[in-house]
């Protein structure tokens, strides 16, 4: 059964064409954090550039959030530290993905605004 949800979706990505956004995901992994100093020690990042469905940006209280959409397989497992360069501009991630399947991940990135 997984193996035809994948097929579907592979389709159904291709269909969405120009609506496809290229993007970079900056994914961070740390090995610690130290609590006396408050900081991450040890960290370390890796660059993939993937697409991705970008949806309108929203800002409220000078906090500017878009929705992004994307397979699950091109990035794999993420988290809040790592980031999202869109048009080369730095999005965080989080504080909660909405989605994450196993095969779209579907979240939320933020910035102040500018």
Known sequence: MRSLVEEG???AWEELGDL???ITLVKKVNSGFDFGTSSVSDESSTNIVVQAVIFESKTRNGLETKEVF?????VGKIN???KILIDEESWDIGPNIINDDGFTKYL???RRGR
Not at 70 to 74: A, K, L, S, W
């Open 9 to 11: 979706l592979i389709i």
């Open 20 to 22: 496809k956004t290229e």
């Open 70 to 74: 994307f397979r699950h397989e091109d």
């Open 80 to 82: 809040q530290y790592s």
């Open 108 to 110: 939320y990135v933020n």
